[in-house]
């Protein structure tokens, strides 16, 4: 059952700091500085990884493709209905991942098919043990989220991102004890999110805008993209994410005082400071800015509202970021009476190319 939540959707939310723990259990090791994914240990990867993978889970495709070059590992992300429409892009040094909650994606199920025909090696990234992707694969790697039944995927994309960090850090041979402590921390940063979130007060304010924009850069990007497919999944209003740079090459054209935008900042860094330049685009045409952040930088100062984050790395800035958006989202749906759990003309699972 819901366990007292009006929506298996708010549950899940709220389930993920366990989620996170049950992730990370086993896989990391403090005191040696050691990432360990038991499935992987005879994966030696030198060559390309290309990412494959739909909807969220492409999302998170796009954040673990950004963490790999961050490591030095080469990597890219497709959607998998546009993987396989050329030819196969790949070798016997490439690894091809899948990124697939449920694991019965059809899009995802074929790319991963065809690469393996290809001569790719492949790895499923999935949340269910014995699932179709599992068997098309030649490894595995567990999200562990448990079962998530909202149609709109939330713990399980948490868990992606974490179980991706994980990944890169290991096909990588790269990780240090400060990375492993922040990625430790992060579970119960999450729980602080949860119980201290303004999300509901910036639903009331902001829900009968014209539309809703995400704009953040580096790994806040795709956690921008995924802000915006869960907001129009579950609201049914008009919105849309971006790269923080992006803006000023067409969307900006769509911002007026009626288009709140919500910014992901997080760090005090060279990207935190370019998507400060960026609120100020948006500021200057009137509309109403919620910054995300952990309050590392001076983004609060260009910000009408602040949706504030527990202060760790970029990685786990993200994913408490999403956090954040997640609330919003359902907080939006909640007041125009959606049906949060069953969006309108959307499956859980989709079994059809
Ligand atoms: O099971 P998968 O992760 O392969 O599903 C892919 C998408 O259909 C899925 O992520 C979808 O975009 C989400 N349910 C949206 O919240």
Redesign the pocket.
Known sequence: GKSGYDHYMLKEIHEQPTALRQCLRGRVDELEGDISLESLADLEQSGPVQFV????????ALYGAALCREHGVRATASI?SEYTTDRVPVDEDTLVV????????A??LRALREASRAGGRTLAV???VGSS?TRVCDHALYIRAGPEI?????K??AS?QLALTLLAASLSNTSSHREIESLRAVPDQVQTVLDTSQAKAIAEEFVNADAFFFIGRGLAYPVALEGA??FK??TYEHAEGFAAGELKHGPLALVTKDTPVFAIVTGDGKRARKTISNIKEVEARDAPVIVVTDGESEAERYADHVLEIPATDERGATVLANVQLQLVSYWVANLLGRSIDKPRN?????TVE
């Open positions: 993978a739909c909807g969220t889970s492409y999302h998170a998998a899948g990124v697939t909650q449920s694991g019965e994606t899009d995802t999935t949340n269910t992707i909202g149609v709109a995927a939330t399980t994309f992606q497919l869960k999944e579950i959307l499956a859980k699972s989709v």
